[in-house]
Protein backbone atom coordinates (compact mmCIF):
# COMPACT_ATOMS: atom_id res chain seq x y z
CA UNK A 1 0.00 0.00 0.00
CA UNK A 2 1.17 3.56 -0.88
CA UNK A 3 1.64 5.87 1.78
CA UNK A 4 -1.11 8.71 2.25
CA UNK A 5 -0.25 11.65 4.26
CA UNK A 6 -1.50 14.18 6.98
CA UNK A 7 -1.19 18.02 6.55
CA UNK A 8 1.76 19.80 8.32
CA UNK A 9 1.09 19.91 12.45
CA UNK A 10 0.38 23.25 13.09
CA UNK A 11 -1.35 24.01 9.97
CA UNK A 12 -5.07 23.99 8.69
CA UNK A 13 -6.98 23.12 5.55
CA UNK A 14 -9.74 25.23 4.94
CA UNK A 15 -12.49 23.54 3.29
CA UNK A 16 -15.19 25.19 0.65
CA UNK A 17 -17.36 26.34 3.78
CA UNK A 18 -14.56 27.65 5.95
CA UNK A 19 -13.01 29.15 2.59
CA UNK A 20 -16.11 31.29 2.23
CA UNK A 21 -16.05 31.90 5.31
CA UNK A 22 -12.34 33.15 6.01
CA UNK A 23 -13.28 35.09 2.61
CA UNK A 24 -16.20 36.51 3.64
CA UNK A 25 -14.06 38.08 6.75
CA UNK A 26 -11.49 39.43 4.33
CA UNK A 27 -13.90 40.80 2.63
CA UNK A 28 -16.07 42.58 5.15
CA UNK A 29 -12.41 44.07 5.81
CA UNK A 30 -11.75 45.46 2.72
CA UNK A 31 -14.90 47.29 3.13
CA UNK A 32 -14.15 48.75 6.52
CA UNK A 33 -10.46 49.55 5.40
CA UNK A 34 -11.62 51.24 2.29
CA UNK A 35 -14.03 53.64 4.09
CA UNK A 36 -10.96 54.44 6.90
CA UNK A 37 -8.52 55.21 4.02
CA UNK A 38 -6.11 52.11 4.65
CA UNK A 39 -4.42 51.12 0.91
CA UNK A 40 -3.58 47.69 0.18
CA UNK A 41 -0.23 46.20 -0.43
CA UNK A 42 0.59 42.47 -0.85
CA UNK A 43 4.40 41.55 0.47
CA UNK A 44 5.87 38.49 -0.03
CA UNK A 45 6.02 35.66 2.70
CA UNK A 46 9.65 35.19 2.49
CA UNK A 47 11.74 37.88 4.06
CA UNK A 48 15.28 38.17 5.42
CA UNK A 49 15.78 37.33 8.75
CA UNK A 50 17.54 40.48 10.13
CA UNK A 51 14.15 42.39 9.31
CA UNK A 52 12.32 40.57 12.71
CA UNK A 53 15.67 39.59 14.27
CA UNK A 54 16.34 43.83 14.49
CA UNK A 55 12.37 44.77 14.17
CA UNK A 56 10.81 42.31 16.27
CA UNK A 57 13.47 41.88 18.58
CA UNK A 58 16.20 39.39 19.56
CA UNK A 59 14.61 38.74 22.46
CA UNK A 60 10.82 38.36 21.89
CA UNK A 61 9.99 34.79 21.30
CA UNK A 62 9.29 34.89 17.62
CA UNK A 63 12.97 35.53 16.98
CA UNK A 64 14.28 33.23 19.57
CA UNK A 65 12.66 30.24 19.19
CA UNK A 66 9.55 30.41 16.40
CA UNK A 67 11.05 31.34 12.91
CA UNK A 68 10.93 29.04 10.08
CA UNK A 69 14.43 29.15 8.29
CA UNK A 70 14.28 28.21 4.71
CA UNK A 71 17.53 26.63 3.33
CA UNK A 72 19.52 29.25 0.32
CA UNK A 73 22.61 29.10 -0.97
CA UNK A 74 24.79 31.16 0.76
CA UNK A 75 26.14 33.49 -1.88
CA UNK A 76 22.57 34.76 -2.55
CA UNK A 77 21.78 36.74 0.22
CA UNK A 78 23.40 38.42 3.52
CA UNK A 79 21.04 36.80 5.84
CA UNK A 80 19.17 33.66 6.26
CA UNK A 81 15.84 33.84 4.72
CA UNK A 82 12.57 32.97 6.88
CA UNK A 83 8.97 32.51 6.48
CA UNK A 84 7.56 36.40 8.03
CA UNK A 85 6.57 35.83 11.62
CA UNK A 86 4.59 38.70 11.09
CA UNK A 87 3.38 41.74 9.20
CA UNK A 88 4.64 44.64 10.47
CA UNK A 89 8.20 45.13 10.60
CA UNK A 90 7.93 43.52 6.81
CA UNK A 91 6.04 46.87 6.48
CA UNK A 92 9.00 49.27 7.53
CA UNK A 93 11.00 47.00 5.02
CA UNK A 94 8.89 47.91 2.00
CA UNK A 95 8.51 51.39 3.48
CA UNK A 96 12.43 52.23 3.61
CA UNK A 97 13.11 49.82 0.76
CA UNK A 98 11.54 52.36 -1.88
CA UNK A 99 12.05 55.48 0.24
CA UNK A 100 8.62 56.37 0.53
CA UNK A 101 9.17 59.14 3.51
CA UNK A 102 10.41 60.67 0.77
CA UNK A 103 7.58 60.96 -1.36
CA UNK A 104 4.74 61.76 1.24
CA UNK A 105 5.07 62.12 5.66
CA UNK A 106 1.80 60.06 6.14
CA UNK A 107 1.29 56.58 4.84
CA UNK A 108 -2.19 54.25 5.42
CA UNK A 109 -1.39 50.45 4.49
CA UNK A 110 -3.56 47.08 4.84
CA UNK A 111 -2.87 43.90 4.53
CA UNK A 112 -3.76 40.40 4.40
CA UNK A 113 -2.29 37.31 4.19
CA UNK A 114 -0.22 34.20 5.65
CA UNK A 115 2.13 33.92 8.72
CA UNK A 116 4.47 31.32 9.98
CA UNK A 117 5.09 30.97 13.69
CA UNK A 118 6.94 27.64 14.93
CA UNK A 119 4.64 27.64 17.78
CA UNK A 120 3.90 24.52 20.18
CA UNK A 121 0.37 24.05 17.93
CA UNK A 122 -2.69 24.37 20.07
CA UNK A 123 -6.49 25.05 19.51
CA UNK A 124 -6.17 29.06 18.56
CA UNK A 125 -2.19 28.65 18.15
CA UNK A 126 -1.44 27.63 14.76
CA UNK A 127 2.58 27.32 13.19
CA UNK A 128 0.38 28.95 9.69
CA UNK A 129 -2.19 31.59 10.55
CA UNK A 130 -3.47 34.60 8.43
CA UNK A 131 -3.45 38.34 9.56
CA UNK A 132 -5.64 41.25 8.72
CA UNK A 133 -3.13 43.81 9.26
CA UNK A 134 -2.72 47.89 9.47
CA UNK A 135 -0.30 50.02 10.06
CA UNK A 136 -0.45 54.27 9.31
CA UNK A 137 3.10 55.59 9.22
CA UNK A 138 4.22 59.23 10.12
CA UNK A 139 1.64 60.63 12.73
CA UNK A 140 2.41 60.37 16.44
CA UNK A 141 -1.26 62.25 16.76
CA UNK A 142 -3.33 60.29 19.41
CA UNK A 143 -6.20 60.26 17.06
CA UNK A 144 -4.73 58.03 14.98
CA UNK A 145 -3.74 55.53 17.85
CA UNK A 146 -7.84 55.85 18.83
CA UNK A 147 -8.44 55.70 15.15
CA UNK A 148 -6.43 52.19 14.66
CA UNK A 149 -8.33 50.71 17.60
CA UNK A 150 -11.81 51.81 16.25
CA UNK A 151 -10.58 50.06 12.84
CA UNK A 152 -9.57 47.08 14.35
CA UNK A 153 -13.35 46.91 16.56
CA UNK A 154 -15.32 47.85 13.40
CA UNK A 155 -13.42 44.48 11.49
CA UNK A 156 -14.28 42.63 14.45
CA UNK A 157 -18.18 44.52 15.01
CA UNK A 158 -18.55 43.77 10.87
CA UNK A 159 -17.88 39.99 11.33
CA UNK A 160 -19.97 39.64 13.85
CA UNK A 161 -17.68 39.06 16.90
CA UNK A 162 -19.91 40.76 20.08
CA UNK A 163 -17.74 38.96 22.41
CA UNK A 164 -15.00 41.01 22.67
CA UNK A 165 -12.74 42.99 25.52
CA UNK A 166 -10.29 46.11 24.39
CA UNK A 167 -7.56 46.07 27.05
CA UNK A 168 -4.95 49.02 26.48
CA UNK A 169 -1.67 50.30 27.84
CA UNK A 170 1.35 52.43 27.49
CA UNK A 171 4.76 51.58 27.75
CA UNK A 172 6.22 55.13 26.88
CA UNK A 173 8.31 56.35 24.88
CA UNK A 174 11.89 54.98 24.75
CA UNK A 175 13.36 56.71 27.68
CA UNK A 176 10.01 55.19 30.01
CA UNK A 177 10.07 52.35 28.27
CA UNK A 178 13.86 51.97 29.97
CA UNK A 179 12.86 53.29 33.59
CA UNK A 180 10.06 50.77 33.24
CA UNK A 181 12.47 47.55 32.11
CA UNK A 182 15.08 49.14 35.17
CA UNK A 183 12.02 49.25 37.63
CA UNK A 184 10.42 46.45 37.10
CA UNK A 185 14.11 44.29 37.31
CA UNK A 186 14.65 45.89 40.86
CA UNK A 187 11.10 44.62 41.84
CA UNK A 188 11.41 41.39 40.45
CA UNK A 189 15.28 40.48 41.67
CA UNK A 190 13.75 40.51 45.14
CA UNK A 191 11.30 37.52 43.98
CA UNK A 192 13.29 36.13 41.68
CA UNK A 193 13.47 32.52 43.97
CA UNK A 194 9.98 32.44 42.52
CA UNK A 195 10.16 32.88 38.91
CA UNK A 196 10.37 30.36 35.65
CA UNK A 197 13.74 29.71 34.62
CA UNK A 198 12.84 31.23 31.03
CA UNK A 199 11.44 34.65 33.39
CA UNK A 200 15.41 34.51 35.01
CA UNK A 201 16.72 34.75 31.56
CA UNK A 202 14.15 37.57 30.84
CA UNK A 203 15.04 39.50 33.71
CA UNK A 204 18.73 39.50 32.64
CA UNK A 205 17.97 40.19 28.94
CA UNK A 206 14.22 41.90 29.07
CA UNK A 207 12.30 42.52 32.08
CA UNK A 208 9.28 43.32 30.45
CA UNK A 209 8.81 39.81 28.74
CA UNK A 210 8.15 38.27 32.67
CA UNK A 211 4.75 40.46 32.49
CA UNK A 212 3.59 37.93 29.87
CA UNK A 213 4.73 35.14 31.11
CA UNK A 214 2.23 32.35 31.58
CA UNK A 215 3.84 30.26 34.12
CA UNK A 216 1.33 30.62 37.42
CA UNK A 217 4.24 31.12 39.45
CA UNK A 218 5.34 34.17 37.62
CA UNK A 219 1.80 35.30 37.11
CA UNK A 220 1.50 35.36 40.36
CA UNK A 221 4.53 37.29 41.14
CA UNK A 222 3.53 39.63 38.35
CA UNK A 223 -0.18 39.99 39.93
CA UNK A 224 1.32 41.08 42.99
CA UNK A 225 3.48 44.11 41.83
CA UNK A 226 1.71 47.37 42.02
CA UNK A 227 2.43 48.52 38.46
CA UNK A 228 0.54 51.79 37.24
CA UNK A 229 1.61 54.55 34.70
CA UNK A 230 4.25 55.89 36.93
CA UNK A 231 6.82 55.17 34.64
CA UNK A 232 5.39 57.57 32.31
CA UNK A 233 6.83 60.83 31.24
CA UNK A 234 4.26 64.15 31.05
CA UNK A 235 3.87 63.93 27.33
CA UNK A 236 3.55 59.97 27.45
CA UNK A 237 1.19 60.26 30.04
CA UNK A 238 -0.46 63.38 28.45
CA UNK A 239 -0.93 61.35 24.97
CA UNK A 240 -2.23 57.96 26.58
CA UNK A 241 -5.03 59.97 28.66
CA UNK A 242 -6.08 61.97 25.15
CA UNK A 243 -6.22 58.18 23.91
CA UNK A 244 -7.94 57.21 25.81
CA UNK A 245 -10.89 60.18 26.01
CA UNK A 246 -11.20 59.76 22.47
CA UNK A 247 -11.77 56.24 23.04
CA UNK A 248 -14.27 56.97 25.09
CA UNK A 249 -16.04 60.03 23.02
CA UNK A 250 -15.93 57.02 20.06
CA UNK A 251 -18.14 54.85 22.63
CA UNK A 252 -15.27 52.81 22.52
CA UNK A 253 -15.16 50.77 25.97
CA UNK A 254 -11.81 49.58 27.24
CA UNK A 255 -10.16 48.23 30.21
CA UNK A 256 -6.70 49.78 31.53
CA UNK A 257 -4.43 46.98 31.89
CA UNK A 258 -0.96 48.22 33.17
CA UNK A 259 0.58 44.58 32.99
CA UNK A 260 -0.03 44.39 29.20
CA UNK A 261 3.42 44.83 27.58
CA UNK A 262 2.75 42.45 24.11
CA UNK A 263 5.98 39.74 22.70
CA UNK A 264 6.88 42.09 20.28
CA UNK A 265 10.06 44.28 21.44
CA UNK A 266 9.17 47.21 18.95
CA UNK A 267 6.36 48.49 20.73
CA UNK A 268 6.50 51.91 22.43
CA UNK A 269 3.54 54.31 24.01
CA UNK A 270 -0.05 52.34 23.45
CA UNK A 271 -0.26 48.83 22.92
CA UNK A 272 -3.79 47.12 23.05
CA UNK A 273 -5.20 43.47 22.58
CA UNK A 274 -9.01 42.20 21.52
CA UNK A 275 -9.73 39.55 23.94
CA UNK A 276 -12.44 37.39 23.57
CA UNK A 277 -13.45 34.79 25.83
CA UNK A 278 -14.88 31.55 25.36
CA UNK A 279 -12.02 30.28 22.28
CA UNK A 280 -10.05 28.61 25.25
CA UNK A 281 -6.44 30.07 26.60
CA UNK A 282 -5.28 31.49 23.27
CA UNK A 283 -7.86 34.20 23.50
CA UNK A 284 -6.39 37.23 22.05
CA UNK A 285 -8.02 37.74 18.52
CA UNK A 286 -6.24 40.73 17.57
CA UNK A 287 -3.50 43.05 18.74
CA UNK A 288 -1.04 46.00 18.32
CA UNK A 289 0.29 48.91 19.25
CA UNK A 290 2.87 52.16 18.18
CA UNK A 291 6.51 51.28 17.74
CA UNK A 292 8.08 54.54 16.93
CA UNK A 293 11.51 53.47 17.18
CA UNK A 294 11.11 50.39 14.92
CA UNK A 295 11.88 52.43 11.46
CA UNK A 296 15.02 54.05 13.24
CA UNK A 297 15.90 50.76 14.33
CA UNK A 298 15.33 49.20 10.68
CA UNK A 299 17.70 52.27 9.42
CA UNK A 300 15.72 55.37 8.40
CA UNK A 301 14.82 58.53 10.39
CA UNK A 302 12.60 58.53 13.26
CA UNK A 303 9.34 58.29 12.38
CA UNK A 304 6.57 57.46 14.58
CA UNK A 305 3.93 54.67 13.51
CA UNK A 306 1.46 52.56 14.67
CA UNK A 307 -0.25 49.64 13.47
CA UNK A 308 -2.60 46.19 14.52
CA UNK A 309 -2.79 42.77 13.35
CA UNK A 310 -6.26 40.46 13.72
CA UNK A 311 -5.65 36.65 13.89
CA UNK A 312 -8.26 35.47 11.01
CA UNK A 313 -8.28 31.92 12.31
CA UNK A 314 -9.24 32.88 15.94
CA UNK A 315 -11.31 35.23 14.80
CA UNK A 316 -13.33 32.34 13.42
CA UNK A 317 -12.98 31.03 16.70
CA UNK A 318 -14.85 33.73 18.16
CA UNK A 319 -17.87 33.50 15.61
CA UNK A 320 -19.55 30.14 16.74
CA UNK A 321 -20.28 28.59 13.34
CA UNK A 322 -19.33 29.86 9.84
CA UNK A 323 -21.83 31.23 7.72
CA UNK A 324 -23.37 29.04 4.12
CA UNK A 325 -20.51 28.90 1.61
CA UNK A 326 -20.85 30.59 -2.00
CA UNK A 327 -24.27 28.93 -3.16
CA UNK A 328 -24.81 28.20 -7.29
CA UNK A 329 -27.99 29.33 -8.12
CA UNK A 330 -28.39 26.37 -10.76
CA UNK A 331 -27.69 22.92 -11.54
CA UNK A 332 -28.49 21.24 -14.87
CA UNK A 333 -28.93 17.70 -14.54
CA UNK A 334 -28.87 15.87 -17.96
CA UNK A 335 -29.70 12.29 -18.84
CA UNK A 336 -27.95 10.59 -21.86
CA UNK A 337 -24.62 11.52 -24.88
CA UNK A 338 -26.49 14.41 -26.52
CA UNK A 339 -28.53 16.04 -23.37
CA UNK A 340 -24.93 16.38 -21.64
CA UNK A 341 -23.66 18.15 -24.96
CA UNK A 342 -27.00 20.42 -24.92
CA UNK A 343 -26.68 21.48 -20.80
CA UNK A 344 -22.49 22.12 -21.63
CA UNK A 345 -23.71 24.54 -24.46
CA UNK A 346 -27.05 26.07 -21.55
CA UNK A 347 -24.28 26.39 -18.72
CA UNK A 348 -21.39 28.57 -21.10
CA UNK A 349 -24.80 30.40 -21.99
CA UNK A 350 -25.45 30.84 -18.31
CA UNK A 351 -22.03 31.38 -16.83
CA UNK A 352 -21.19 34.49 -19.56
CA UNK A 353 -24.85 35.85 -18.18
CA UNK A 354 -22.83 35.55 -14.49
CA UNK A 355 -25.13 33.16 -13.20
CA UNK A 356 -23.75 30.99 -10.83
CA UNK A 357 -24.11 26.98 -12.22
CA UNK A 358 -23.33 23.47 -12.71
CA UNK A 359 -23.82 20.13 -14.07
CA UNK A 360 -23.42 16.79 -13.73
CA UNK A 361 -20.42 15.58 -15.18
CA UNK A 362 -20.93 11.53 -13.72
CA UNK A 363 -23.69 10.21 -16.20
CA UNK A 364 -26.08 10.13 -12.70
CA UNK A 365 -29.22 8.98 -12.76
CA UNK A 366 -32.18 11.42 -12.40
CA UNK A 367 -32.69 10.83 -9.02
CA UNK A 368 -29.01 11.16 -7.84
CA UNK A 369 -28.55 14.58 -10.01
CA UNK A 370 -31.59 16.08 -7.92
CA UNK A 371 -30.16 14.13 -4.41
CA UNK A 372 -26.86 16.09 -5.49
CA UNK A 373 -28.27 19.33 -6.62
CA UNK A 374 -30.21 19.58 -3.56
CA UNK A 375 -27.02 18.76 -1.05
CA UNK A 376 -25.81 21.43 -3.06
CA UNK A 377 -28.43 23.92 -2.33
CA UNK A 378 -29.39 25.45 -5.47
CA UNK A 379 -32.69 26.22 -5.72
CA UNK A 380 -33.48 25.59 -9.30
CA UNK A 381 -32.15 22.67 -11.71
CA UNK A 382 -32.27 22.80 -15.27
CA UNK A 383 -33.74 18.81 -16.84
CA UNK A 384 -32.69 18.24 -20.25
CA UNK A 385 -33.48 14.93 -21.10
CA UNK A 386 -33.91 12.84 -24.79
CA UNK A 387 -37.48 13.51 -24.73
CA UNK A 388 -36.96 17.74 -23.93
CA UNK A 389 -34.67 18.25 -26.35
CA UNK A 390 -36.68 16.42 -28.89
CA UNK A 391 -39.29 19.09 -27.92
CA UNK A 392 -36.41 22.11 -28.00
CA UNK A 393 -37.30 22.65 -24.43
CA UNK A 394 -35.79 22.76 -20.74
CA UNK A 395 -37.33 21.83 -17.28
CA UNK A 396 -37.29 24.09 -15.05
CA UNK A 397 -37.39 23.07 -11.36
CA UNK A 398 -38.11 25.03 -8.32
CA UNK A 399 -36.45 23.03 -5.67
CA UNK A 400 -37.93 25.51 -3.14
CA UNK A 401 -41.42 25.69 -4.25
CA UNK A 402 -40.84 21.69 -5.86
CA UNK A 403 -42.99 23.43 -9.02
CA UNK A 404 -41.72 22.96 -12.28
CA UNK A 405 -42.44 23.88 -15.94
CA UNK A 406 -41.50 23.19 -19.13
CA UNK A 407 -39.73 26.29 -20.85
CA UNK A 408 -38.63 26.71 -24.42
CA UNK A 409 -34.49 26.49 -24.78
CA UNK A 410 -34.21 30.04 -26.14
CA UNK A 411 -36.32 31.63 -23.44
CA UNK A 412 -34.84 29.85 -20.87
CA UNK A 413 -32.49 32.66 -19.38
CA UNK A 414 -35.36 34.93 -19.79
CA UNK A 415 -37.77 32.73 -17.86
CA UNK A 416 -35.06 31.53 -14.89
CA UNK A 417 -34.04 35.67 -14.57
CA UNK A 418 -37.96 35.82 -13.78
CA UNK A 419 -38.51 33.15 -11.41
CA UNK A 420 -35.14 34.43 -9.16
CA UNK A 421 -36.79 37.33 -8.82
CA UNK A 422 -40.02 35.95 -6.70
P1 LIG B 1 0.70 39.55 17.38
O1 LIG B 1 0.05 39.85 18.68
O2 LIG B 1 1.91 38.73 17.41
O3 LIG B 1 0.99 40.96 16.71
O4 LIG B 1 -0.34 38.89 16.41
C1 LIG B 1 -1.61 39.48 16.17
C2 LIG B 1 -2.72 38.44 16.28
O5 LIG B 1 -2.40 37.32 15.45
C3 LIG B 1 -2.88 37.83 17.65
O6 LIG B 1 -3.67 38.65 18.48
C4 LIG B 1 -3.59 36.52 17.32
O7 LIG B 1 -4.97 36.75 17.12
C5 LIG B 1 -2.96 36.15 16.00
N1 LIG B 1 -1.91 35.14 16.18
C6 LIG B 1 -0.65 35.33 16.62
N2 LIG B 1 0.04 34.18 16.66
C7 LIG B 1 -0.82 33.22 16.26
C8 LIG B 1 -0.72 31.80 16.08
N3 LIG B 1 0.41 31.14 16.32
N4 LIG B 1 -1.80 31.11 15.63
C9 LIG B 1 -2.96 31.76 15.36
N5 LIG B 1 -3.10 33.10 15.50
C10 LIG B 1 -2.06 33.83 15.95
C11 LIG B 1 1.64 41.12 15.54
O8 LIG B 1 1.94 40.24 14.80
C12 LIG B 1 1.90 42.57 15.21
N6 LIG B 1 2.56 42.62 13.90
C13 LIG B 1 0.63 43.41 15.22
C14 LIG B 1 0.91 44.83 14.91
C15 LIG B 1 0.76 45.45 13.73
N7 LIG B 1 1.45 45.71 15.75
C16 LIG B 1 1.60 46.86 15.13
N8 LIG B 1 1.22 46.71 13.88
Known amino acids: MKKTYTGVRGTSDFSPREAAF ?15 GYEEIILPVLEEEGVFSRGVGETSDI ?25 TAQVVRYYLENSLHKQSDFYKFCYIGPMFRGERPQ ?17 DSPYIDAE ?8 LGGVGVSQKELKINSLGCAQDKQKFSKDLKEKLTERKNELCPDCLRRLEK ?14 RVVASLKLGTA ?13 CRILTDLGISYIHEPYLVRGLDYYTNTVFEIISKGIGSCDAIG ?37 ASEKLDVFIANLGEAATAAGFKLLEEMRNEKIPADMDYCSKSLKAQLRYAQRLGVRFVA ?17 GASTQVKVKKEEFIVELKKQAQH
Not at 25 to 35: E, G, H, L, W
Not at 63 to 86: C, G, H, N, T, Y
Not at 206 to 219: A, F, G, I, T
Not at 383 to 399: A, P
Open 231 to 243: HLCDSCKKQFNEV
Open 22 to 36: LNHIVQTARNIFKIF
Open 123 to 139: KGRLRQFHHIGAEAIGS
Open 287 to 323: AGGRYNALINDLGGPAIPALGFALGIERVMLALSSPQ
Open 148 to 155: MINLAMRI
Open 383 to 399: IIGEEELKEGVVVLKDM
Open 63 to 87: VEKQMFKIARRSEEASSDIVLRPEG
Open 206 to 219: NPLRVLDCKEESCK
